[in-house]
């Protein structure tokens, strides 16, 4: 998984960048014709059509973004190998949600592959929605730095993305960012009682 | 109370190294508040990775349709240039059949290209001459007096008369016609014969697959 970078270290690196370097990443693997076709021939053989393929690529894609970020990808396989995992794993859990049933053998195959694969990002859209207000609730600034901040941007583009005094000033506002994060959950307990322990 | 909640923070961000998890963990489960604290913040951790996600999703999404809309557009401009190419090698075939295929135009070109003037050096000669441009002149009834007054046999001239007359009768009646038909298989069933191969050729020609679909006689 070459091309523009020379490794998958490369690619890992830019992917831990985030913002345009991520982007350009994830743009480079999203245009690989080999992961992508073996990723669609593995849906098309397990009962999915070339828009799902392309629906699991991009959700695939999404999380190995995720797990990198956040030093999940322990880079025992290549990186081909790993996202091809997840696509596996994505196709399987698309299926449910499809109602679509997973045969004995596929699902066989999907424990074997999933031993290093990762936590995923599969969340009801019911919850989506309710965390999605709580984020708006929480207004455009803290949003925007706590995106920031999970993306691995320094405090020094933080504070000049933001028009902060200072970076020092950023880890203290994500602080007070996610403080009320939380409580804006919890003052919704009603809501979201029923996600907490999940 | 403040520096372990950063902790926890940095601990659902995965930003703390092996150990601190470990002693961070530890704070939380001997402390319900805490428990509670860390719980929260999965949730507020899922809404923002969920918000990146969306971004991210979008992203991939419009160079989905990006790529898409290139391959459609290249399939359509593919597609229109194989119409065109097909339209314009029809019309030309078509074209050129039409111009060159009838029965008249062929029995023209076999008759100019094949049949050259005799050096007069009888009067035979200067009679075939004579029918020669009578055909030129489109003068037919002249062309059969001409060749009726020849009379020699076994010479070159007598086979010059026979091919003038087959081509003639194509011009003149046709190449479904009883005349032509005989006159012109006379000289394909000989291949001794000096216009032999150009019967063949005629013939081969008459038959061809744009005639059968274009024929104009």
């Known amino acids: 998984m070459k091309g523009h970078y020379k490794s998958d270290k490369d690619i890992i690196n830019a992917l831990k960048k985030g913002g345009k370097e991520t982007n350009k990443a994830l743009a480079h693997l999203f245009e690989n014709k080999i992961i992508f076709n073996r990723v669609q021939n593995y849906v098309l053989y397990n009962g999915g059509g070339v828009q799902d393929a392309t629906d699991v690529y991009i959700e695939s894609l999404i999380i190995l973004e995720k797990n990198i970020r956040k030093n999940k990808f322990k880079q025992d396989s290549t990186l081909m190998t790993y996202l091809t995992g997840i696509a596996k794993y994505c196709w399987s859990q698309m299926k449910k949600s499809k109602g679509i049933p997973i045969a004995g053998n596929e699902s066989m195959a999907l424990e074997l592959e999933i031993i290093d694969t990762p936590e995923h990002l599969f969340i009801t859209n019911e919850l989506k929605a309710k965390l999605n207000q709580a984020l708006e609730l929480l207004g455009e600034k803290c949003k925007t730095l706590l995106k920031m901040w999970s993306q691995n941007y320094s405090s020094e583009e933080i504070s000049k993305h933001l028009e902060m005094p200072t970076p020092g000033a950023v880890r203290k506002q994500k602080f007070y960012c996610k403080e009320r994060l939380a409580e804006i959950i919890k003052s919704d307990l009603k809501v979201f009682g029923v996600y907490l322990n999940e | ?217």
């Open chain 2, 1 to 217: 109370m403040n520096d372990i909640k950063d902790k926890i923070q940095d601990l659902v961000s995965g930003k703390l190294s092996g150990s601190e998890e470990m002693e961070v963990q530890a704070s939380i489960n001997e402390n319900v508040e805490l428990q509670e604290y860390y719980q929260l913040l999965l949730l507020s951790e899922k809404a923002i990775e969920e918000e990146i996600a969306s971004e991210h999703r979008s992203f991939l999404k419009s160079k989905s349709e990006t790529t898409q809309k290139n391959q459609t557009k290249g399939n359509t401009i593919i597609y229109w240039i194989g119409i065109a190419a097909s339209v314009i090698i029809l019309v030309l075939s078509i074209s050129t059949a039409n111009l060159s295929f009838t029965d008249g135009d062929l029995a023209d070109q076999y008759t100019y290209n094949t049949i050259s003037i005799r050096s007069a050096d009888s009067e035979e000669d200067i009679i075939f001459n004579q029918a020669q441009k009578a055909y030129r002149d489109g003068d037919y009834e002249k062309v059969w007096a001409k060749l009726n007054d020849i009379v020699l046999s076994g010479s070159l001239l007598e086979k010059d008369k026979e091919w003038l007359t087959a081509v003639t009768y194509l011009k003149t009646e046709g190449s479904e016609s009883d005349s032509f038909k005989n006159s012109v298989s006379k000289i394909t069933s000989d291949p001794q014969h000096p216009y032999h191969e150009d019967a063949l050729k005629l013939m081969s020609e008459l038959q061809s697959f744009w005639r059968l679909f274009v024929v104009k006689k």
